[in-house]
């Protein structure tokens, strides 16, 4: 693939992640890792053993939920969910936790056909909501995130905040 930005034409097919078919586990690490190397991402590739563990991990999880798209056999966009349950609601719940395209194909749709297709196994399983988070800085997500209808989940006047707490070894 040149550096140009590449053109889908029509070809675009987006699929349900099986972790255990070759094809989808390596274009999710490869869009993982293209994505890591953004401006939004860690700004450089992921570290190998953290290529190795997050087909491994997501099998283990139990819970994952993902689509990927290929245009051919080109891996072009990913997204990544896991699957909640809202006490509030006593529903399962879908939170988006990656929406990564290919940066050669982006602004061509890719991401929205991605979320239509979380919103669409959301509504025919019964899940109350799609959730997601987004960085305020990152103003082109944000405008497909309010364009597709995603609005900010807390009460007028009231902010959020979201937290983290790293663990590591050295802490257990």
Do not use: W
Not at 28 to 52: A, H, I, K, M
Not at 78 to 94: D, E, Q, Y
């Amino acid at each position: 693939m040149s550096e140009a930005t590449a053109k889908l034409g029509n070809s675009l097919e987006i699929i349900s992640v099986d972790l255990t078919d070759d094809r989808h586990a390596m274009g999710l690490q490869r869009l993982l890792d293209d994505y890591s190397q953004t401006e939004f991402g860690n700004g450089r590739p992921l570290e190998p053993d953290v290529l190795s563990a997050v087909i491994p991990g997501l099998q283990a999880s139990g819970n994952y939920l993902g689509y990927i798209a290929f245009s051919g056999d080109q891996p072009v966009g990913l997204v990544n969910c896991f699957v909640g349950f809202s006490t509030f609601r006593a529903k399962p719940l879908i939170n988006v936790h990656d929406l990564c395209v290919h940066h050669q194909y982006r602004g061509q749709g890719v991401g929205r056909r991605l979320l239509s297709a979380v919103a669409q196994h959301a509504q025919d399983h019964g899940f109350c909501r799609v959730t997601l988070e987004v960085r305020s800085d990152n103003e082109i997500a944000r405008g497909l995130y309010h364009s597709m209808k995603f609005q900010p989940g807390t009460p007028p006047g009231v902010t959020m905040e979201f937290l983290t707490k790293s663990i590591s070894e050295a802490e257990s």
